[in-house]
């Protein structure tokens, strides 16, 4: 059993900065460097949406709409995952999700953490 524990999320102004930290713990092994983890973000009413994925290869993919601006990286020494949201507009604002996905094997998600871009 994973357990993903999300941190960092808060209220900026447009334009400004966060980091998200995600904790992975209970996983055995080689497990989470072995992992493909990621963000999604989801807002009332809508589906939950991925915004940047790492495998474990360290090969990472962005939604076009952050795309220059978010950055995804992992510290498999520390079994975590961080989410670099820079000149944030208020159209991020959403609960961010953190996953770990071994396909075939396990799929966990995050409680979430809450992110709030307004002036």
């Known amino acids: 059993q994973v357990q993903l524990v999300e941190s960092g999320g808060g209220l900026v102004q447009p334009g400004e900065s966060l980091r998200l930290s995600c904790a992975a713990s209970?996983?055995?092994?080689?497990?989470?460097?072995?992992?493909?983890m990621a963000w999604y973000r989801q807002t009332p009413g809508k589906q939950r949406e991925l915004v940047a994925g790492?495998?474990?290869?360290?090969?990472?993919n962005y939604a076009t709409s952050v795309k220059g601006r978010f950055s995804i990286s992992r510290d498999n020494a520390e079994n975590m995952v961080n989410l670099e949201l820079n000149r944030m507009k208020p159209e991020d604002t959403a609960v961010y999700y953190c996953r770990f996905l071994r396909a075939g094997f396990s799929d966990y998600w995050g409680q979430g953490t809450q992110v709030t871009v307004s002036s």
């Open positions: 209970g996983a055995s092994g080689n497990a989470f460097s072995s992992s493909f």
């Open positions: 790492i495998t474990s290869e360290g090969i990472k």
